[in-house]
């Protein structure tokens, strides 16, 4: 069945660093792929997609390719903010399973200044 | 934002009482989608439509049931709350299944005692 794995956390890292979080899955199809956020307190708002392989989807300093062969869409920031604190998710919608999404457990990011 | 309204936004009751939640959308999306998050567990699906009274299960619909008279309107109800239902519940619409993103509302955060 699909499913999506991504890396545990919490990460923690100091202003200005580099963010990487990993996430790989397992899909029958040719599924999208999206990263949503959510800060505290509020809903998941999504962050960046990507409908096919080799499509980067970014958004806010945030990037992510959509590798096939490796079955991977990690997420990437050069520079986080204290402000990019939050909990992101990876997920996949698989059209052949009517295209519901998926989610990874998601990884809780703390940002000190 | 996507007009999207959950009621209540929180609510503490007892075990064995029936539980009504309520997803308000005003986007005339197609999709609707109830969705519990647990620690551990990212987000997962309870239940979703995908027309007026046309429903279906997720992933984790034992002791929930749906119902969607109107467009607008999505209802999760839990004939006999059990404290293993205390959750985060979210309510999420989209107008397209598959490549499309789903948009989420902030949630409702239900206790059952």
């Known amino acids: 069945g699909n499913s999506v794995t991504q890396m545990e956390g919490p990460v923690t890292l100091s202003e200005e660093a580099f963010l990487t979080i990993n996430c790989t899955y397992t899909a029958t199809g040719y599924p999208s792929l999206f990263w949503y956020v959510q800060y505290p307190g509020e809903g998941l708002q999504l962050l960046l997609k990507?409908?096919?392989?080799?499509d980067k989807g970014s958004n806010k300093g945030f990037e992510a390719t959509y590798r096939k062969e490796t079955t991977s869409f990690h997420l990437e920031k050069g520079s986080v903010q204290v402000s990019d604190s939050a909990v992101y998710f990876c997920?996949?919608?698989?059209?052949?399973?009517?295209?519901?999404?998926?989610f990874g457990k998601g990884t809780k990011l703390s940002v000190k200044p | 934002d996507a007009g999207i309204t959950q009621s209540p936004r929180h609510k503490v009751t007892e075990t064995g009482t029936p539980v009504t939640l309520r997803c308000h959308q005003t986007e005339n999306h197609r999709y609707m989608y109830w969705y519990r998050q647990d620690p551990g567990h990212g987000l997962r699906l309870i239940h979703y439509s995908y027309g007026v009274k046309d429903t279906d299960k997720g992933e984790v619909s034992d002791g929930y049931s749906v119902s969607r008279s109107k467009t607008e309107d999505f209802l999760l109800t839990l004939e006999s709350a059990t404290s293993s239902q205390t959750s985060v519940y979210f309510c999420?619409?989209?107008?397209?299944?598959?490549?499309?993103?789903?948009?989420f509302g902030d949630g409702t955060r239900l206790s059952i005692l």
């Open positions: 999420a619409i989209s107008d397209i299944q598959g490549s499309q993103p789903q948009h």
């Open positions: 990507a409908t096919k392989a080799d």
């Open positions: 997920a996949l919608s698989d059209p052949r399973s009517q295209g519901n999404l998926i």
